[in-house]
């Protein structure tokens, strides 16, 4: 399965029902020390016996030759791995989990998980088996409640500007560091050739409300208060959506194309010139164009632009955890502390491009000497995980809907941020 389509199977899951409400995370990392408090610590003695793991198919394609110098040095262990479409992996999970037939040990998804986080399906991560610090904080925060870790986190991927360097150049522009640079950086990309200067992706789905939840952040907002109630009508939403709106009312961008898949075609061809997007495209371009070395000579990368209090982007990517009525719970957080380790997760992004979750993984040569993915390095050191409720997804597919209203002059941006909250507020926060 391509980079592409995990993306795609994730619009299919964004209306799946989600499951039982649970407690709002906590995102501090003062109580790492203790995040799993009462947990047998995991020695390192050979793991034996049976461990089952279920992932969604994608970066977990690889999993068999990722693991096979853990299977070898642990000969009494055997590893069975069910990989399932991304479409129908947390509905399956879900299912399984409350039949009491779920897995040792599941993937997850950082962005998506929060359903999942408690004590009723996933044991505490144990003390000493990772060091929380050693990630990029938000990927290990979203697996965070109430000072209690639940997921260790496998890969990372967030969102940064990928522009066609050669119409840059031309234009004699560099990226914007600012939402104030960003229209003049489009319109002389635009005069450098390229018909419309950014590919902004029309799904008007829970892609598009959570790439304006991202420039909320960026404006200033937090989208849930510290109460826990819904905060998503605020004059920092406002400019968010403004801003998301400004790249069609200015002709920048195009209300009716290109669709995800059509974005890496227009891309090389000039019909675009830039992408907010993540690390997967870059090895996809010299396809996309046909020709090796393409994408060396035409394509750079930047952070995103600032808004009036950040450049924040989101984090997202994979993660493991345990479930609470696993059979063999010892075998199992060894397998995950060995897929957590620096040279695994290196392994990992030779097999299949996936991005470490571990920061020290990315000084590894096969990473550190790709240029273009230093934009993404910089970018996740400054991410936030989206508000771990259960509800988000719902909420995130509504603000997609919000968001095409105003790009296409149907809805005020004041409008729809009115909106927004008022069905946040109808389906709550899932919290107990």
Known sequence: MSKLSRRTALRLTASMALGAALPLAGCGREGDAAAASGAKKVDASPATGTVNVWAAQGDADVL???VKPFRSA???????????PNAEYYTKLQAAIAAGKGPDVAQFFPESQAQFLDSSTLLPVPDGLVDPGSF??????????????YT???????????????LARKAGVEAPTTWAGMEPFLKALQGAGAAHALGADIGWDIFNGQDVAMYAWQAGASLVTSGGKWNLNTP??????????SFFTAGTADTSGPAFLDAQPYFVS???????????VIGQLDTAAKKSGWTASHVATAPLPAGASSSVSFSAGG????????????????????????STQVAQYKAYSSMPAVISAWDDPAIKGQPLLDAFFTQLKTTRAFPQVSTWQQVATRL???????AKGKETAAGAAANIQAYAESVGTGTR
């Not at 920092?236 to 709106?245: F, I, K, T, W």
């Open 270 to 280: 000039g019909k675009t010139a830039s992408m907010i997007t993540g690390p997967w």
């Open 400 to 406: 997609g809907k919000e968001v095409e209203a105003v």
């Open 152 to 166: 260790v986190p496998w890969y990372a991927y967030t969102y940064a500007l990928v522009y066609r360097a050669d």
């Open 136 to 149: 990029f904080t938000s990927l290990w925060d979203a697996g965070v409640v109430n000072d209690v870790a």
């Open 236 to 245: 920092q939403m406002v400019d968010a959506l403004d801003y998301n709106a």
């Open 74 to 84: 642990n000969p009494d262990l055997v590893v069975k791995t069910t990989l399932i």
């Open 319 to 342: 993660t493991w955890g345990v479930l609470a009525d696993s059979g063999n719970t010892d075998a199992a957080w060894k397998l995950v502390r060995y897929l957590a380790k620096p």
């Open 64 to 66: 068999g030759t990722v």
